[in-house]
């Protein structure tokens, strides 16, 4: 019942809350997903390389960082592409667009983009760019630590259209360093017992990481599709994917994969299957070093989702299995799960109702965990999770051509969900009668727990003219732990606006409010809750276009200097000043 309330409060606003798209409100990466055909022409202009430090537009995407960094908060609203708030831009088209600016926190940031002009054959697309920031922050302690990041990437889009069928791929490349900087309490020259493991002590700086860590990857992809728009074929959508993906530590994984979906029709009824294999294994160093216990790790992951469709005048029904094997890693695991999804279309064009069962399968591989949480152990292998029964629905409309809308309702139930912890260690051995005091490392492990997981989430687009819109999303999240006290680090609520107005030609305001609700981390010192703030993260910008080729940009990241921690230890950045100039050629 300790959700009741909040869960009221929320559905009324959810009510209110809402965008129009066929898509689903969550942030879930799937091993299966439904096959949709679509026409490869419609999408191919959005998927170019866009820059993103001087658009108007401020979409919150409920990913919140101060440094305009990616930062994962737990499952949360996904940006509907059909909402996107992009401002009126010049008529005249360039092939290339270069940026470049400055920042407090000795931020430097450069980005260029070239584009392949409108053509019935090709679509290319390149983007490369840097950021840089050598700041300090401020720890619990109230110590000044150096906070330094370096991020470098760079992408190539590609696509080769026939008449029957679209060639893509698509190449990226991700370099980013930073330091372990958050806070913890070990002496280089005092000596510590692990809690788990080593049974013997060794010194504080043995126990500490590097100061530096290093993510590189490398991910290439290659598709093939069809274009039928109805069931006078058979769509289709196969992909190979390659990835390599290594660090500062030495650990080095590969991954390939090759997943597809087809479509048979017959008459109003269809059959779908959406199936495929993704393997990883992950090479190690060897070390002797008491921090790290590597252990080589290798695992393939078969999925395979049969469907059959039916299709009736203003509704869609779909039953079938979604069938997870893992084969390798710490042990095989195979998981089925029911699949029904429905759609029924109250008012034509108006609004739309959805509801179905389904189950998700995530792969937790090295890569995704060290993105995930940059400062997770370098030895750390996640298991993978299941959310064995998801069920979901809501509805989705417009209100008017002006106003769409998207509420949705989401309950699962999870097994060997992942939560991080910091690392800790003890100043007494652990099979001590005498109990020791308690020590905290800047680096976390994990802790795995089952339970469910309700979530009540909305988005409204308003869009009365060309030189105004805004965006209002907004999610609670009601966590239920078997064994955990808490969802260490997972927010409760989240909430987020954002507008833009052109208040004179060529001149662009906007205006972001995100906002996360507490969330709580497992203090090691203290052996007890520790609650994370909440934080209004307050947002403004200025887009100044000069003329069809100049381009002067500013912007103002937390404005009320709020002090987030990103996971516990780890505070982020302060108040944030951008600015610069982009030019088309």
């Known amino acids: 019942m300790k959700h009741i309330n909040k869960i009221l409060l929320l559905a009324v606003s959810v009510l209110c809350f809402v965008s129009v798209n066929g898509q689903e409100l969550n942030k879930d990466v799937k091993v299966v997903r439904e096959y949709n055909p679509i026409i490869s022409d419609a999408y191919k202009i959005n998927e170019m390389p866009v820059d993103e430090v001087d658009q108007a537009s401020f979409n919150p995407d409920f990913s919140y960082d101060i440094l305009s960094k990616a930062m994962s908060s737990g499952l949360a609203v996904e940006p509907i592409s059909a909402a996107r708030l992009t401002p009126e831009r010049k008529t005249i088209l360039d092939k290339s667009y270069v940026k470049g600016g ?18 019935e054959e090709y679509a290319v697309g390149l983007n490369l760019g840097h950021i840089t920031s050598a700041g300090d922050v401020e720890l619990e302690d109230d110590t000044k630590v150096d906070a330094p990041f370096h991020d470098t990437w760079a992408s190539l889009y590609f696509r080769r259209f026939w008449k029957d069928y679209t060639l893509s791929i698509d190449a990226d490349f991700l370099h980013n360093i930073y330091h372990y900087y958050g806070y913890q309490n070990l002496e280089e020259t005092d000596s510590y017992y692990g809690l788990t ?13 590097d100061e530096r860590q290093r993510l590189s990857s490398f991910d290439l992809s290659v598709g093939l599709n069809n274009k ?57 160093p060897d070390s002797i070093s008491p921090l790290y216990q590597f252990v080589d790790r290798s695992m393939t992951v078969v999925n395979l989702s049969p469907a ?71 030895d750390v292998n996640v298991n993978n999770s299941f959310h064995g029964i998801h069920l979901f629905g809501g509805l989705r409309g ?58 009540i989430s909305g988005e409204l687009k308003y869009e009365p003219s060309s030189s105004f819109n805004m965006l209002l999303k907004g999610k609670y999240n009601g966590w239920n732990m078997d064994r955990l006290a808490q969802a260490w680090h997972k927010p409760e609520m989240e909430l987020g606006v954002s507008a833009n107005y052109e208040f004179a030609d060529d001149l662009w305001f ?37 003329s069809s080729k100049w381009t002067l940009f500013a912007n103002v990241n937390n404005l009320l200097i709020g002090k987030y921690y990103q996971y516990n230890g780890y505070p982020l950045q302060g108040l944030n000043l951008r600015a610069g100039v982009g030019y088309s050629f």
């Open 228 to 284: 039928v728009l109805d069931d006078s074929g058979t769509p289709f959508d196969a992909e190979f994917e390659f990835g390599t993906f290594g660090n500062v530590t030495g650990v080095q994984e590969n991954h390939f994969g090759l997943n597809g979906t087809v479509r048979s029709y017959m008459n109003d009824m269809f059959v779908d299957v959406v199936g495929g294999f993704d393997y990883y294994g992950t090479s190690i």
């Open 197 to 209: 493991y080593p049974l013997e002590p060794f010194l504080g700086e043995d126990l500490m990481a």
């Open 308 to 378: 059959l469709g039916f299709q009736f005048e203003g509704a869609n029904v779909k039953i079938g299995l979604d069938i997870f094997a893992q084969l390798g890693g710490e042990d095989d695991d195979f998981n089925v799960s029911p699949h029904l999804e429905a759609d029924l279309e109250i008012a034509e064009g108006i609004v739309t109702a959805f509801a179905g069962v389904k189950g998700d399968y995530y792969i937790n591989n090295y890569e995704k965990i060290q993105r995930e949480n940059r400062f997770v152990s370098a």
């Open 398 to 455: 417009n209100f008017s051509s002006q106003t769409s809308f998207t509420a949705r309702l989401d309950y699962s139930t999870f097994e060997n969900e992942h939560f991080f912890i910091n690392r800790s260690y003890a100043d007494v051995s652990p099979l001590s009668a005498v109990s020791g005091q308690i020590y905290q490392s800047n680096i976390f492990d994990v802790e795995y727990d089952d339970g469910s997981l309700l979530s």
């Open 510 to 546: 906007n205006l972001s409010m995100y906002s996360i609700g507490k969330r709580y981390a497992w203090d090691v010192l203290g052996e007890e809750e520790k609650e994370l703030k909440g934080v209004i993260d307050l947002n403004m910008g200025l887009n100044y276009y000069m």
């Open 102 to 119: 400055l920042g407090n926190y000795v931020t430097l940031f450069g980005e260029l983009n070239y584009n392949v002009l409108r053509s």
